[in-house]
């Protein structure tokens, strides 16, 4: 039993490493982690921390990042998307990227105004890099935004998508009205079954102990109930480990956690006596 604890605790420490995909989001989530990590497999970690540094420093102290991945994030664009509810797939719809609004607007406007001013900005930031090292900048920067299709021609292609898509500013044009966005037309981006690749590599073993193929079965609802009113059950069951890599049962039981809980608050809360 301990070694089995050790387990489940080793999978819970790292959950974005194994967790199997319940939704549309996190397929593609999942899917943007793998190509970042392709993206900086080469790069030496102080070019990394360089890099962020660099970035940070332009987006201010109060927009700081911890990683290059969080900088190039399109999940500004996914607050209300209904990909979080959806059923795991392979192609999502975003919203265009500021550097391709940017591309299309009209060049008297307030938007260009202030795509150009970021622009200007961060050039002094990347004059300390050549053009080698910018590239392998917006090289992440195409995996974190899942940007299939675009190519750099030259340095100052680089520097005005860098500048333009992590740049705070234009984030709060975005937040104040996203009109711009909406009405341009979407990116469709298409990707590998990260369920069913995220399941093979578990079970051949990459990662926690290699699990039974029937640990990745989810549980029924009556093993999600036995759970909530004693979790020793779950450590008792024949897949245990199983909760430690699904989003899915783990939600489906905080769920059921939670009306347990509001059950014994109502029952246990005294009846209020009228006022005199």
Not at 18 to 27: H, V
Not at 92 to 100: C, K
Not at 191 to 214: C, H, I, N, T, V
Request: with cysteine; net charge negative; charged share 30%.
């Amino acid at each position: 039993m301990e070694n089995l604890n050790t387990d489940v605790q080793k999978m819970i420490e790292e959950p974005n490493q194994y967790m199997l995909p319940s939704t549309l989001m996190e397929c593609f989530d999942a899917w943007r982690g793998e190509a970042y990590k392709q993206a900086i497999r080469s790069i030496p970690k102080s070019s990394l921390g360089w890099f962020l540094d660099m970035l940070n420093r332009f987006r201010g102290p109060e927009d700081k990042k911890e990683s290059l991945l969080e900088v190039f994030d399109p999940s500004m664009f996914t607050v209300n998307h209904p990909a979080w509810q959806s059923p795991p797939g392979t192609a999502i719809e975003l919203p265009a990227l500021t550097s391709e609004i940017a591309a299309k607007a009209d060049r008297e406007s307030g938007f260009a105004e202030a795509a150009r001013e970021e622009v200007r900005e961060f050039r002094d930031y990347a004059d300390l890099y050549d053009d080698e090292e910018l590239m392998q900048l917006g090289a992440i920067a195409l995996a974190g935004l899942a940007d299939q299709r675009r190519t750099f021609q030259n340095r100052e292609a680089v520097i005005r998508y860098l500048a333009l898509n992590a740049s705070p500013r234009m984030e709060d044009l975005w937040v104040s009205d996203d009109s711009e966005w909406l009405e341009a037309p979407g990116r469709r981006i298409e990707f590998p079954d990260m369920l069913a690749w995220r399941k093979e590599q578990l079970l051949r073993g990459y990662g926690p102990p290699s699990l039974r193929e029937q640990e990745l079965i989810c549980y029924s609802e009556d093993e999600i109930r036995r759970f909530g009113l004693d979790m020793r059950s779950l450590f008792l069951h024949d897949r245990p480990r199983h909760l430690a890599i699904c989003s899915r049962c783990q939600t489906r039981l905080e769920s059921w956690m939670k009306q347990l809980r509001d059950f014994d608050q109502q029952t246990l809360e005294p009846a209020r006596r009228p006022e005199a």
